[in-house]
Each structure stands twice: as structure tokens, then as C-alpha cells.
Nanobody, 117 residues
């Protein structure tokens, strides 16, 4: 099993910045990709960004150029730097990790990000 713990959410004004962190623990040797999804009130969960341990990144069009995903392999931690935040970025942000050994995808409990206009 892999446990994911997110931190860094909060309330920020439009145009501001936040940095989310997600630390993985447990059976982490097989993790090869981590990322972030988000779910706004009344909407389905959507992809935001992902990073492979090789360093390859992928972003949703809605966050490209504003968000940056990075990782610290030694700490099994992934970060999401969110700049120029917009009210439409308001959502619960979930960390996810993919395990190549088990084929499982793990999810964190989520952290709330609220952007006021």
C-alpha cells in the first residue's frame, strides 16, 4: 500500500500563488508517476498535471503556463506550484500516484484550494 498526504491548500485572492505538496509513504519503490487532479463543486474530477520520475511532465490546457509540477524522488514528494490563480481554479486538489509493480493508482484525501475574486 501507498499512502499519500497532501498539504498546502488554502484561501488566496485571484492572481495569487499557492504551493501544494504531496508526500508518498509505504511501498513506494514501484511509483513511477505522480500527479494532481482537481474537483470543483458540482463538477467531475479532472486532470491537472502529472510528472514521471524521469522528469516528463504533462499539463491540462487550463493550467498550462500557470502551474508547475515538480518532484523530489528521494523524498517521494511531488509539488504543484500554482501561480496567477483564478476563481475557476477553486477545487479540491487530489494527489495521485501510479505503481508499476502492482498496477494500482493511489489517491490522497485531497486539499481545498479556494480562490476569491
Amino acid at each position: 500500500q501507498v499512502q499519500l498526504v497532501e498539504s498546502g491548500g488554502g484561501l488566496v485572492q485571484a492572481g495569487g500563488s499557492l504551493r501544494l505538496s504531496c508526500a508518498a509513504s509505504g511501498r513506494t519503490l514501484g511509483i513511477y508517476r505522480m500527479g494532481w487532479f482537481r474537483q470543483a463543486p458540482g463538477k467531475e474530477r479532472e486532470f491537472a498535471a502529472t510528472i514521471r520520475w524521469s522528469g516528463t511532465t504533462l499539463y491540462a490546457d487550463s493550467v498550462k503556463g500557470r502551474f508547475t509540477i515538480s518532484r523530489d524522488n528521494a523524498k517521494n514528494t511531488v509539488y504543484l506550484q500554482m501561480n496567477r490563480l483564478k476563481p475557476e481554479d477553486t477545487a479540491v486538489y487530489y494527489c495521485t500516484a501510479a505503481d508499476s509493480r502492482s498496477g494500482d493508482n493511489y489517491w490522497g484525501q485531497g486539499t481545498q484550494v479556494t480562490v476569491s475574486s
